[in-house]
């Protein structure tokens, strides 16, 4: 059913009003939920993931990265350039090499969480 404002409404009359308002005055910013789904597509990638894991367990250089996962160090530099721009990694420079690690515990933990939810037994 459409109501006079143009809005599709449910046919029943939904018995809490109060629950449904109180969720939608608690709910984000429409921008911000935008934003929550472009980080979590940046996990959606299975060489990003990969990534995170290894830096999960240590710092470490493009060609450390790449040997790891037998990956080409262009292909790394990329995917390193995508996690940096979602600040999931950070850099720092030793004389030539560059290192990456995870950009604070927030990525740990969600690492973490996710692989806690999905090897979880029923």
Do not use: W
């Not at 709910?27 to 830096?55: C, H, N, Q």
């Not at 995917?79 to 560059?98: E, F, I, M, S, W």
Request: with cysteine; charged share 30%; hydrophobic share 40%.
């Amino acid at each position: 059913m459409i109501d006079k404002n143009g809005i599709e409404r449910c046919d029943f009359v939904h018995a809490h009003p109060e629950l449904v308002e109180a969720t939608r005055q608690a709910m984000p910013d429409e921008e911000l939920l935008y934003d929550l789904a472009e980080l979590y597509k940046i996990f959606g990638d299975s060489t990003r993931i990969k990534i995170l894991y290894v830096l999960f367990e240590a710092e470490m250089c493009v060609c450390d990265i790449a040997q790891l996962l037998g990956m080409t160090q262009s292909a790394i530099s990329h995917q390193l350039r995508v996690l940096k721009g979602a600040k999931l990694v950070k850099n720092r420079r030793d004389g030539k090499t560059v290192f990456y690690a995870l950009a604070d515990d927030h990525v740990r933990a969600i690492l973490g969480q996710g692989m806690d939810h999905i090897t979880e037994e029923e």
